[in-house]
């Protein structure tokens, strides 16, 4: 069975201070892993899909890496307006195409 | 602009009634997710339907139903027989199941 881990629940950071969110996950066969942004009481806002280990993706503040067995979001600088749950989620072999395994997510609180 | 609609953003229902969620999209795509997210769980899969006239069960279909009779339409029936239908209900869509999916902004429904 997939699985998708992520850490830490919950970060604090200060306006300005850099940080990485961790997605550990277990699939077989990954197929493409992604990231979202979910602001409260809203749906989830599509960011990156990583295909392969090595792959990298950026977009503003946010940049997205993946190894075979993980993949960080690293936030360079963030202002209080990227406060959100971030989620990450895997689709791999088992389960038919269409089976994508969410994670958690990662409750981040930019301070100003 | 393209994008997914649902509609209502707020239910409110008495135990016992059937409750129908809207959800519509223009982006002119094929397959289409009802998910249900609850607090500290991730994502979970309810239905999903590759293309018009099919669907298929996800992880957690007890209790719920769903027809697809137009390529934008994807109409999610919370019945009676759902046991805990109190939750944030999420569609998605996306081109095809490989890649990434799409959410509208999601129904809270609370049953009482």
């Known amino acids: 069975e997939d699985q998708v881990t992520q850490s830490p629940e919950a970060l604090r950071l200060q306006e300005g201070e850099s940080s990485s969110l961790n997605c550990s996950y277990t699939v077989s066969g990954l197929r493409g892993l992604f990231w979202y942004r979910q602001d409260p009481g809203k749906g989830p806002e599509f960011l990156f899909t990583?295909?392969?280990a090595g792959e990298e993706k950026e977009k503003e503040r946010l940049k997205a890496t993946l190894t075979k067995k993980e993949s960080f979001l690293h936030i360079t600088a963030p202002k209080p307006e990227d406060s959100a749950t971030y989620l990450c989620?895997?689709?791999?072999?088992?389960?038919?195409?269409?089976?994508?395994?969410f994670g958690t997510g990662t409750k981040l609180q930019v301070i100003p | 602009d393209g994008g997914i609609t649902q509609s209502p953003k707020y239910l409110f229902r008495k135990e016992g009634q059937n409750v129908t969620l809207s959800c519509e999209q223009n982006l002119n795509h094929d397959a289409m997710y009802w998910y249900r997210q609850d607090p500290g769980q991730g994502l979970r899969l309810i239905y999903y339907?590759?293309?018009?006239?099919?669907?298929q069960k996800g992880d957690i279909a007890e209790g719920y139903s769903v027809s697809r009779e137009k390529k934008e339409s994807f109409p999610l029936t919370v019945t009676s027989a759902q046991k805990n239908p109190t939750a944030f209900y999420l569609c998605a869509s996306s081109t095809a199941p490989l890649y990434e999916q799409y959410f509208g902004p999601g129904t809270r429904l609370t049953v009482t």
């Open positions: 990583l295909y392969s």
């Open positions: 339907s590759q293309i018009v006239n099919d669907f």
């Open positions: 989620a895997v689709k791999g072999t088992l389960g038919g195409y269409q089976k994508v395994t």
